[in-house]
């Protein structure tokens, strides 16, 4: 059940689709029993697997020149000076913690709503996260409470893009006292902009991830952008080992070189079997994500008037449309989510609270109740299928689950809360 939902290949959906079409022309009959609606679906072109063979013809299957190119890219799509591709957000993230030398002792800011990567890479390096609550409004980093939560030990700030839509970094930067680093956990925002600003331009650096649901993808993956040239050297070696060169140097000339490791690396560095996949996509962005922004804006016509609730989105702020979160009151989220997936519908909770989770309740210097409006968001939020390929039937069935199986009850049952409230 779970998988059908999770994983719909391309050849299965459009097999149902036609299968689907015809019984809809009999009579509109058995709608609702044999509709599936994936939480996400690919749009890798079919000349991917071309791509990939063209790399193992090659010879050469780590971080080579399909890497570069992409990096390449990347620094002229964002404007900046340096880019690397990485295995993951995660592994980049540790890569650039480590290349700012950053460690047991230091403290690093990250927001409670988020997904538990953020906290987790700053543990991994031996670092403490200090969580802070997120804006009500937006979900976003609230900037007066990480100004109230810098102490001598402060290193960094992870702020979070979430759903798509930027932190507006550069009055971030203004409420810290200089030399604090800003490193944009841009998971979600290959596309955003705020003030016409993008990641990368402000801060530190920005990291993306490539992983399979995300906007661009090529499975597992990520990248680092930034304009810091003494940070992009130290990462160039961070993401092998700390190794002083790469495979693709070790060898050049036809002799080989001999390295040194002068500090401790991981291993973060992406392969052109993977980096192939990113370079069509790259040239398309914008078009996806236009096809994004017109399905969230019909979710989010057509559940105006619900109690549903939604972020705002602000004025000067393009949001990647990463992800379509809804917020369900009366703590019937749970309930909600189980007819969703009972219809067929991939519905996910992104995410709770992250200083809820066991490894960060059971630790006794994790604040208990400090973190309310992500605490109730986390405990509130469904996201709804969103990526471009969402036909508009597809769509349409989430939206009649919503107003047929959901909202009515909903409706009552707050009704009936509200009754008791007033006795
Ligand atoms: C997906 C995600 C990550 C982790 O990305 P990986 O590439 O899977 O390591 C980090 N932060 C946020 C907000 C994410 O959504």
């Not at 591709?85 to 290349?99: D, R």
């Not at 609270?353 to 109730?376: A, I, K």
């Amino acid at each position: 059940m779970i998988s059908t939902i999770f994983h719909d290949p391309i050849s299965h959906a459009s097999f149902r689709l036609k299968f689907r079409s015809s019984l809809l022309k009999i009579k509109n009959f058995g709608r609702e029993a044999s509709m599936r609606v994936p939480f996400y679906r690919h749009s890798l072109p079919a000349s991917s697997a071309t791509l990939v063979a063209e790399v193992i013809e090659s010879g050469f299957l780590t971080s080579g020149q399909y890497c570069s190119r992409v990096e390449d890219k990347l620094c002229a799509i964002f404007g900046v000076s340096h880019a690397k591709l990485t295995s993951s957000w995660t592994q980049g993230a540790v890569a650039v913690l480590l290349a700012l030398g950053i460690g047991p002792g230091d403290e690093v800011i990250v927001p409670a709503m988020t997904f538990v990567a953020t906290a987790n890479v700053v543990k991994q390096v031996g670092a403490t996260p200090v969580f802070v609550d997120v804006e009500p409004s937006t979900l976003l980093i609230d900037i007066a409470s990480v100004r109230a939560a810098v102490t001598s030990r402060t290193r960094a700030v992870i702020p979070v893009h979430l759903y798509g839509q930027m932190v507006e970094i550069p009055a971030l930067r203004a409420a810290l006292p200089a030399g604090i680093r800003i490193i944009e956990d841009a998971a979600h925002c290959f596309e955003g902009r705020r003030g016409g600003r993008r990641p990368g331009q402000d801060s530190d650096a920005a990291i993306f991830s490539f992983y399979a649901t995300k906007n661009v993808t090529c499975g597992e993956g990520g990248a680092v952008i930034t304009q810091d040239g003494a940070l992009a050297a130290n990462l160039k070696e961070a993401v092998l080992h700390g190794m002083s060169a790469a495979a693709a140097q070790r060898f050049s000339g036809g002799r080989y070189q001999h390295w040194d490791v002068a500090r401790l690396g991981t291993k973060a560095n992406l392969p052109d079997l993977l980096a192939v996949l990113l370079e069509t996509q790259l040239d398309s962005v914008d078009a996806r994500l236009a096809q994004r922004e017109r399905l969230a804006r019909r979710y989010e016509e057509n559940l105006a008037a619900t109690p549903l609730g939604f972020p705002a989105i602000e004025a000067e702020a393009v949001s990647a449309r990463h992800l379509f979160p809804i917020h369900v009151p009366g703590g019937q989220r749970d309930r909600v989510m189980r007819v969703l997936n009972d219809h067929g519908i991939g519905a996910t909770v992104n995410y709770r609270s992250v200083p809820e989770l066991s490894l960060y309740r059971n630790d006794p210097t994790v604040p208990r109740n400090g973190f309310p409006v992500s605490l109730d968001w986390g405990e509130g939020t469904l996201c709804l299928p969103l990526f471009p390929t969402l036909r508009q039937d597809e769509q349409d069935h989430v939206l009649n689950i919503l107003h047929g199986a959901v909202l009515p009850s909903l409706d009552s049952r707050m009704i009936e809360e509200r009754g008791v409230a007033a006795l």
